[in-house]
């Protein structure tokens, strides 16, 4: 147990004095080297390649991971690693960002010559303009860190944290530059929770054959047929290729309820007028919000000039686990 509980927490919240200070200097520091670096990530024709060593590679390593769940192929290479085959990644269509910190690291600077003979352009990102990296960099995005959270001035920390934030803010800002939306999200995150909260009405509906549909000049027989043979509690009806209403299971339990039961009488007859209905490229869990606040089960989905292209269940939106 620590005898001193005070003083560690002190530490501790000097810690995050410092590092808030290093992502001060980070924001201060933004000028049109950043503009540049944008340019380059967002007319790259190849992919970007960032490359780093240490604690700055495990960086890097985080930095390619967003760019390329955002939109931007990316993928890390280790420095040492590539000193040993992997420069065979890096062609002349990619950009490579090359992250250390003293801007001296041998195995990082070691790159430089055969990159330069590849034609890939240099971003650098280091916390001294006038290294060895700086100097052969196309643009360089300076890392302004005074000081270390780490006592000795030596753990990369503080320097490490703002790395992290400079590469987060290239990211999002080539990703608004390349109007990335949450279709495109869901699209790189098809696994987990967000490829899942991000999945379509489209993805998960019944379309083609699997739409149960009669015309308005068919029976309450022939619609009973349509219900039974989809088995998902409803059928559209339509006129003229449009979709006009819709026949459920429950109309069909109080029509047998009722004293009459003509089973050739038209279903027009007995149809909801205009069903519920979603367009297919709505997120899922806004389909789920619609069947909530209406109290149903079944949206009738519809592509953006309005024609009926499937039915979504919400059995099936439960199922895919969109809520």
Request: hydrophobic share 45%; proline share 3%.
């Amino acid at each position: 147990m620590l005898k001193d509980a005070e003083a560690c927490l002190k530490q501790a919240r000097k810690v995050f004095e410092i590092e808030i200070e290093a992502l001060r200097l980070q924001q201060q520091a933004l000028d049109q080297a950043f503009v540049r670096a944008v340019d380059l990530i967002f007319d790259l024709r190849g992919r970007l390649v960032v490359v780093g060593m240490g604690k700055s590679g495990i960086i890097a390593k985080k930095i390619a991971a967003t760019f390329a769940s955002t939109g931007t192929p990316a993928f890390f290479v280790h420095a040492a690693e590539a000193q040993h085959g992997d420069l065979g990644m890096i062609t002349g269509d990619d950009v490579v960002l090359a992250l250390s910190h003293s801007g001296e690291t041998n195995e990082v600077c070691g790159l430089l010559p055969e990159i330069r003979r590849q034609g890939a352009p240099v971003i650098a990102m280091t916390g001294r303009r006038e290294s060895t990296l700086a100097r052969h960099a196309d643009v360089v995005l300076h890392v302004p860190v005074k000081q270390e959270a780490c006592p000795l001035n030596l753990a990369p920390t503080a320097s490490t944290t703002a790395a992290l934030a400079l590469g987060d803010a290239l990211a999002v800002v080539v990703l608004k530059q390349r109007g990335f939306r949450e279709d495109d999200f869901a699209r790189v995150h098809p696994a987990g929770n967000l490829g899942r909260r991000l999945r379509k009405v489209s993805d998960l509906m019944h379309g083609g054959d699997d739409l149960p549909m009669v015309s308005d000049a068919a029976s309450l027989r022939e619609a009973i047929m349509e219900i039974s043979a989809h088995r998902l509690g409803i059928t559209g009806i339509e006129r003229d290729g449009r979709l006009v209403g819709c026949i459920t299971d429950g109309d069909l339990r109080r029509i047998l309820q009722g004293e009459h039961l003509d089973l050739d009488a038209p279903v027009a007859r007995l149809m909801h007028p205009e069903p519920r209905r979603i367009r297919g490229d709505c997120l899922a869990s806004e389909a789920i919000r619609l069947m909530e606040q209406h109290k149903i089960t079944v949206l009738f989905v519809e592509d953006e000039r309005e024609n009926i292209i499937g039915v979504v269940h919400l059995h099936d939106l439960l199922e895919a686990r969109v809520a």
